[in-house]
């Protein structure tokens, strides 16, 4: 196995192009342990620890853009105002060790549909700047950076440089569903984003699919039925999980059956709009 390392971020574009089969590494979080679990025995690797303009955050044009080696633990202690749904994901993933070495980065170079933070990427409609030397930047939407169980949207030389999230302009929650309280992967999850401005509310679905993905009928029926003056219709908060439930296409696995993911989904994404709801209208009566 072959180990290369470059110091700038034009090194590792040029490393990438001549080796499109190195596979990145940076926190090592999900590479090592399926390396180490002998699952894959990649040919090269590409180690990006020393690229420092990767580990940068900056507001620029009135998005957040957040390096692809921006740990957790940073997301959580300089972002988690702006980046309310990101940050409380972050919370939720692995230990300490975990958080300081893991990135938003490296979740989505591994695309797991189990990924923590996938769903509120989604509900916050990030984009994913991702770069290669021959061809430039790349800017893609999340929902369509997911193509499979562990398959991204990127090209054989193409890295991940940064993800951009708009900065939060209403409540945003994320929960999860585990087979304990802490250091696990997530059973199911769900993140929801108030748009209080623009009138509409943005979902993620995750581990409930092939892909993370949004739950585009439940964005509509809210989009035409919330009224954003008044409590939440119970009744619409009901609907609003069938549509989430339905969105979902789940497996059986060994941490739980399709079924039961199906249900979770619905009670997560109910409990979480009803969360979020209850935040805005305190913000209102403040």
Not at 42 to 48: C, E, G, I, R, V
Not at 137 to 164: Q, S, T
Not at 178 to 197: Q, W
Not at 212 to 230: G, H, I, S, V, Y
Request: proline share 7%.
């Amino acid at each position: 196995m072959d180990f290369l390392r470059p110091t700038t971020w034009a090194e590792a574009l040029a490393a990438k192009a001549e080796r499109p089969d190195a596979v990145p590494i940076q926190g090592g979080t999900d590479v090592m342990v399926e390396i180490n679990m002998d699952v894959r025995r990649p040919a090269a690797l590409l180690d990006l620890n020393r690229v420092a303009e990767l580990r940068e955050w900056a507001m620029v044009d009135g998005v957040w853009r957040v390096g692809a080696a921006v740990p957790y633990t940073t997301v959580i202690e300089e972002l988690g105002g702006p980046l309310p749904g990101l940050a409380q994901a972050a919370r939720t993933v692995g230990s300490p060790q975990i958080r300081n070495r893991g990135s938003v980065g490296g979740n989505l170079g591994a695309a797991s549909p189990a990924g923590d933070s996938h769903p509120p990427l989604l509900a916050a409609e990030a984009v994913v700047e991702v770069e290669s030397r021959g061809r430039g930047v790349r800017m893609i939407p999340a929902a369509d950076f997911y193509l499979g169980v562990k398959r991204n949207a990127l090209e054989p030389d193409e890295l991940i440089r940064a993800v951009h999230v708009r900065p939060a302009t209403g409540p945003q929650y994320f929960s999860k569903v585990g087979t304990r309280n802490a250091m696990v992967i997530a059973v199911c999850s769900f993140a929801v984003a108030l748009h209080p401005h623009e009138r509409r509310v943005g979902t993620g679905i995750g581990s409930a699919a092939p892909t993370p993905r949004r739950a585009f009928e439940a964005e509509e029926l809210l989009a035409r039925e919330l009224d954003w003056t008044a409590p939440l219709d119970p009744a619409l908060a009901r609907r609003f999980g069938e549509l989430c439930a339905a969105a979902a296409a789940p497996i059986d696995d060994v941490r739980g059956t399709a079924a039961y993911r199906v249900h979770a989904v619905g009670v997560l994404a109910r409990r979480t709009l009803t969360w979020a709801w209850n935040d805005h209208l305190g913000r209102r009566a403040a």
